[in-house]
Antibody, heavy 118, light 114 residues
Framework: EVQLVESGGHLVQPGGSLRLSCAAS????????MHWVRQAPGKGLEYVSA????????YYANSVKGRFTISKDNSKNTLFLQMGSLRAEDMAVYYC???????????WGQGTMVTVSS | DIVMTQSPDSLAVSLGERATINCKSS????????????LAWYQQKPGQPPKLLIY???TRESGVPDRFSGSGSGTDFTLTISSLQAEDVAVYYC??????????FGQGTRLEIK
């Protein structure tokens, strides 16, 4: 059974840093591109970042470029999102998602909440 | 970026009736090389992550009830629920992955029971 379990979200002050993790199981993690998508309270889905299956290529939405870093440890089946210079507008539930063979996101984690507030 | 615009923003339909949600992309998401539309539909219920319903614009994900169907090509797409059930109350999102990794979602359509 495919499982994605996010962790690391909590309350952080503006300007602070946070590292999110997404532990994957039930599939060959090294064969899949992975993504982060966020959802601010009461709002829609916002695409954040992507990483290729081998970790060699990354992509960031303009809203997080230069502040967030995505990485992937295929030996530990874990996806990461290092978040820095956090702003109030970064406050959201952060989901990791797997891109299936079609490219659509066929599995999602339950999400981890990041709160940015002083 | 490709902009995805859904209509309506919210929709109320009676149980057993048809529900239709539209999604328009600012440019075509049809790849001519394989004739596939890189368009997906997701369902999100309160407190849950999104769930993939449809990919390639019209291919139902495994386990998704056949009352859900997707149609359209190029820039205009539709998600149809043929006979609304109570458990279909949710927010529905379209997503283009044509310009992956620059992926974008529609703003969402809230579906309720009338």
């Amino acid at each position: 059974e495919v499982q994605l379990v996010e962790s690391g979200g909590h309350l952080v002050q503006p300007g602070g840093s946070l590292r999110l993790s997404c532990a994957a199981s039930g599939f060959t993690f090294s064969s899949y591109a992975m993504h982060w998508v966020r959802q601010a309270p009461g709002k829609g889905l916002e695409y954040v970042s992507a990483i290729s299956s081998n970790g060699g290529s990354t992509y960031y939405a303009n809203s997080v470029k230069g502040r967030f870093t995505i990485s992937k440890d295929n030996s530990k089946n874990t996806l990461f999102l290092q978040m820095g210079s956090l702003r109030a507008e970064d406050m959201a539930v952060y989901y990791c998602a797997r891109a299936g063979s079609s490219g659509a996101f066929d599995f999602w984690g339950q999400g981890t909440m990041v709160t940015v507030s002083s | 970026d490709i902009v995805m615009t859904q209509s309506p923003d919210s929709l109320a339909v009676s149980l057993g009736e048809r529900a239709t949600i539209n999604c328009k992309s600012s440019q075509s998401v049809l790849y001519s090389s394989n004739n596939k539309n890189y368009l997906a539909w997701y369902q999100q219920k309160p407190g849950q992550p999104p769930k993939l319903l449809i990919y390639w614009a019209s291919t139902r994900e495994s386990g998704v009830p056949d009352r859900f169907s997707g149609s359209g090509s190029g820039t205009d797409f539709t998600l149809t629920i043929s006979s609304l059930q109570a458990e279909d109350v949710a927010v529905y999102y379209c997503q283009q992955y044509y310009s992956s990794p620059s992926i974008t979602f529609g703003q969402g359509t809230r579906l309720e029971i009338k």
